[in-house]
């Protein structure tokens, strides 16, 4: 339409790219940093300015629409300890190892639906997808969504750990079930809702043990999860930081952010486990 350049179609494809992410989590920076970070990965002045500007644009325009508040609203976050950054780690590694699994659990869900209906049509797929989900709403809705409001709740209510563990097999089974047609979809807001499982049930083991010298709060634990599972699937660590920051308001929880995403990153890479859009360009080019 355009008439734009191959280069200059990619720059703004990309920028598109941060201002959707931008838009649909009102994490301006965390768009900025996803595109530089994962998208391009490599910084240009002419790459950062068009992305600047198409975040500005998009940014401003969702709030004039539809306001300014922040995704999660947490009363009373807790400022952490700095002896808790030990836990941090811990969990940051703990959430490495289970984001290469659930790569791993997304691709094999691709392959396998991929070779039992290898011509079946692309509506067909969702309609089977959609029914089997539909079902499971039917019987019980808290299980199915994009995630936000099953993570709002474990940010603001005290969610046992049987609960929690319900939550986390039945999402873990569904995000590979709804992704494997290879349909359009999303990842974003399921893998924090994962994360902040994750990190809701670390915390809530690490208080079992009332004689341990760290405790840990539930919700800076379940933020710090959001963030350190999101970075160990798409291994960006910033976009992470940013992304919990800006959802959350918990600057204050940035060093712990910072030290978990560092271990989710490193323990990902140490087992040799592809971020997972690079899977699954890879996977689409070998088609």
């Known amino acids: 339409m355009f008439r734009l350049s191959k280069e200059d179609g990619f720059l703004l494809y990309t920028a598109v790219a941060g201002a959707g992410l931008s838009v649909a989590f009102n994490a301006p920076m965390a768009g900025i940093a996803f595109v530089l970070e994962e998208v391009t990965r490599k ?3 002419r790459s950062v300015l ?16 539809f306001g300014n508040a922040i995704s999660f609203s947490i009363p009373n976050l807790i400022a952490p300890e700095l002896a808790n950054l030990i836990l941090y780690a811990v969990l940051g590694l703990i959430v490495g190892l289970i984001g290469a699994l659930y790569n791993r659990n997304i691709l094999l869900g691709l392959n396998l639906f991929s070779s039992v209906l290898p011509n079946t049509p692309a509506a067909l797929k969702a309609a089977m997808v959609g029914a089997a989900v539909g079902l499971i709403a039917y019987w019980q809705p808290s299980w199915v969504g994009g995630g936000d409001l099953q993570a709002q709740q474990i940010l603001t209510n005290n969610v046992g750990a049987q609960a929690l563990l ?4 039945v999402r873990w089974l569904l995000g590979s079930i709804s992704y494997s047609p290879s349909l359009p979809g999303g990842l974003f807001a399921p893998l924090l809702l994962l994360g902040a499982i994750i990190g809701s049930l670390f915390a809530q083991l690490i208080n079992f043990f009332p004689d341990l010298v760290f405790q840990a709060d539930t919700v800076s634990f379940a933020l710090v999860g959001m963030a350190a599972f999101f970075t160990a699937v798409v291994r ?3 976009t992470g930081v940013l992304l919990i920051i800006e959802m959350s308001g918990g600057v204050i929880l940035t060093p712990g ?5 560092v271990c989710a990153t ?3 890479s140490y087992m040799g486990s592809p971020p997972i859009y690079d899977s699954l360009r890879a996977r689409m080019f070998s088609r």
């Open 266 to 268: 490193l323990i990902t």
């Open 50 to 65: 068009i992305t600047l500007i198409a975040v500005a644009t998009s940014i401003t325009v969702f709030r004039a629409l």
């Open 166 to 169: 319900t939550l986390l097999i």
């Open 236 to 238: 960006a660590p910033f």
């Open 43 to 45: 910084i240009t002045t």
């Open 257 to 261: 952010l910072l030290v978990a995403c």
